[in-house]
């Protein structure tokens, strides 16, 4: 009988739950989840430091293949290429209800009733929710993509979320080719846009990370420059590699008040600043709103993605950045009954993924 991880608080031990697989109905597609890899925010509900409705399963950053087509599911995906059973899919984390005020105005992403995979509670008799199960079912409304086939599971589990986050990052920061671009936290978001700036023909790509293991690995992406993250160091360092006027497009990903500071303050006049980082709070950070006028600033919050920006992703893996080390971003594989080592394993890894094969 298939079976799902399910998660009741932190603290509590991951529960392996047996179920019946339900026939989809009307437009849902049922999955076989193939491979999940354990992004930062799953760590962070499963060690307290977030909150989810519970019970639920945990697993946004899904890779599987199509085991069965609701009767009015179609067998085409959202940019219209043919499916079947077995195919490969992965889809958008965020569904919109496509009716109500944010739908309407392009921002689905932040729908007023929404439907998150990995995100939502779920009944012990139809775990389907998470991508740490044997099975994931697609509501209606989802936004699925046929997976390339020069794409392979561990690189396409985290495009629906860190790929695709980048992609949003990089369309809301403008023109990346000619412009210098910097990048706080080489994380995995963090290496990514370094290889998404890095293909766009940034002129320079500067990334800034207090490990020097992070840093190193940045500059397989195509970091042109590194930096601690020491301020003193790094503003050096930024103003000597952009004739002293300080970056284009200043990328956010770390997270914390000091490089909010920081991204303001390595911004060029007439620059723009994407803050993505700060999903959780990080307390005050200081703003001269004089400055930001005087310099002219361009401030743009990033969070989730608009579904076009998956399919950027998965065009991007498949095609300019197929070069990128991709595969050894993803360090550990673990069958699903091994789940809780997983995560283990994955809070001993910061800036890099841990995979759960739920079909080991």
Not at 127 to 137: A, H, I, K, N, R
Not at 172 to 198: E, F, Q, W
Not at 221 to 234: I, K, N, Q, R
Request: proline letters at 8%; hydrophobic letters at 45%.
């Amino acid at each position: 009988m298939p079976r799902a991880v399910v998660f009741k608080g932190a603290g509590q031990p991951l529960e392996l739950v047996p179920f019946v697989v339900p026939e989809p109905q009307g437009k849902e597609l049922l999955v076989r989840v193939t491979c999940c890899t354990l992004c930062r925010s799953d760590l962070y509900t499963y060690s307290g430091r977030r909150t989810e409705p519970t019970p639920t399963v945990l697993g946004h950053e899904i890779v599987g293949q199509i085991a069965a087509f609701g009767p009015d599911a179609p067998h085409v995906d959202a940019e219209g290429n043919a499916v079947e059973v077995g195919s490969r899919v992965t889809w958008a984390v965020a569904v919109g209800c496509g009716s109500c005020f944010f739908c309407h105005d392009d921002l689905p992403q932040k729908c007023e009733r929404p439907h998150k995979y990995g995100h939502h509670r779920v009944a012990l008799d139809r775990p389907l929710g998470g991508g740490l199960s044997e099975f994931v079912l697609l509501v209606p409304n989802t936004f699925w993509l046929r997976v390339p086939d020069e794409v392979p599971d561990a690189v396409a589990a985290p495009a629906n979320c860190a790929t695709a986050t980048v992609a949003a990052l990089l369309r809301h920061a403008g023109p990346i080719a000619g412009r210098s671009v910097l990048v706080l936290g080489a994380g995995v978001l963090g290496v990514t846009a370094c290889a998404m700036a890095h293909a766009a023909g940034a002129k320079a790509v500067m990334v800034s990370d207090p490990a020097a293991a992070s840093r190193e690995r940045a500059v397989k992406f195509g970091a042109t420059h590194t930096f601690p993250a020491e301020t003193s160091d790094l503003a050096t360092g930024v103003r000597d590699a952009t004739h002293g006027r300080g970056a284009d497009i200043v990328l956010e990903l770390a997270g914390a008040a000091a490089t909010v500071q920081t991204a303001f303050t390595l911004t060029r006049t007439g620059g723009t600043v994407v803050l993505a980082g700060t999903v959780a709070p990080v307390g005050t950070v200081p703003f001269d709103p004089e400055n930001a006028v005087r310099r002219m600033l361009t401030i743009r919050g990033v969070h989730n993605y608009h579904p076009r920006d998956l399919v950027t992703a998965l065009k991007f893996l498949a095609g300019a950045g197929r070069g990128f080390p991709w595969r050894g971003l993803v360090v550990e594989e673990y069958p699903l009954e091994q789940t809780e080592q997983a995560f283990t394993a994955a809070q001993g890894q910061p800036g890099l993924r841990v995979a759960v094969l739920p079909g080991e």
